[in-house]
């Protein structure tokens, strides 16, 4: 922020898995207002009660309420959505995005869903023509994955094939939001790009078996199982090195009984 002052960021799900993690990573900014907003107050009062650099406000804050009266009593610079999940925002997707726009606010989220992912485009001309910006998938599927993709890429001549796997520590938190979407789209079709054609495969019931050898160890991990997911890297990458033949992306939770608890 410009001359010292506070730059207010409302994290929506600011209790959350995802929303309380980021939360916690920027309490050590002094010059951070915090809010902390969702349906549980109480939830929110009990997460800002830990000690922060940063200014921590509680703050009841409905998703399906009045938007734009609520943004303009909170009047923050910055709106992060991280609830979810955006796989079932139904009829209006983009409402909170809409109304940050209108009252001049910057927003990003970290929605993994497709077509939503996708789908918010449509409103980047209404963004800069009010000097805002609107983030979506500042997750990591597709923002970490394609900035890896991208690093990796940097030194060759071409690219043919894109294989991504997502290998969460077995002690990794999984929101309730997360374990939704996932469920929801376990056994459904996903297009994906195979030997430069668009080809059906199944989310979960498509997998890949990979033994990851870590940099400097000696010895390899145990093979891992990676189940097919859908996420907008399967589309967005093929937009980015339109020379690539095959995407593919998945997940591989530990222990592998995760992967059939979902079927």
Same mark, same amino acid.
């Given at each position: ?19 309380? #993690? &980021?939360?916690?990573? &920027? ?6 207002? &915090?809010?902390?907003?969702? #349906? ?6 009990? !997460?800002? +009660? ?7 406000? =509680? +703050? ?14 909170? +009047? ?16 209006? =997707? ?37 000097? #805002? !910006? ?9 923002? @970490? ?28 938190? $999984? ?12 056994? +459904? ?11 059906? #495969?199944?989310?979960? @019931? ?19 199982? !990676?189940?097919?997911?859908?996420? =907008?890297?399967?589309?967005? $990458? ?10 593919? @992306?998945?997940?591989?939770?530990? =222990?592998?009984v995760g992967h059939w608890a979902l079927l």
């Amino acid at each position: 922020p410009m001359g010292g002052s506070a730059y207010t960021v409302l994290i929506i799900g600011g209790y959350g898995t995802f929303g309380g #993690r &980021l939360a916690t990573l &920027l309490a050590d900014e002094p010059r951070l207002n &915090l809010i902390v907003g969702g #349906r549980s107050l109480a939830k929110a009062e009990d !997460f800002c +009660q830990r000690p922060s650099a940063a200014s921590l406000v =509680p +703050q009841h804050f409905d998703r399906e309420g009045d938007l734009v009266r609520q943004f303009e009593a909170l +009047q923050p610079n910055l709106v992060v959505d991280a609830t979810g999940p955006f796989q079932t925002y139904g009829d209006d =997707p983009y409402r909170v995005v809409r109304a940050a726009i209108a009252c001049g606010i910057d927003y990003l989220d970290l929605a993994d869903g497709t077509e939503y992912v996708l789908g918010i485009g449509e409103l980047d001309g209404h963004a800069k023509s009010a000097g #805002r !910006f609107a983030l979506s998938g500042t997750s990591t599927c597709p923002a @970490l994955t394609a900035a890896v993709v991208r690093e990796l890429a940097s030194d060759l001549t071409s690219m043919d094939r894109i294989t991504i796997g997502i290998a969460p520590a077995p002690t990794a938190s $999984l929101g309730l939001s997360v374990i939704q979407a996932i469920a929801s789209r376990v056994g +459904q079709p996903v297009a994906i790009l195979e030997n430069g054609e668009n080809r059906c #495969r199944y989310a979960s @019931l498509d997998t890949l078996r990979y033994q990851i050898t870590l940099s400097g160890k000696d010895a390899p991990l145990s093979p891992r199982l !990676f189940s097919l997911v859908d996420v =907008p890297d399967l589309k967005l $990458l093929p937009r980015l090195w339109p020379g690539v033949k095959s995407v593919w @992306l998945g997940a591989g939770p530990v =222990p592998e009984v995760g992967h059939w608890a979902l079927l």
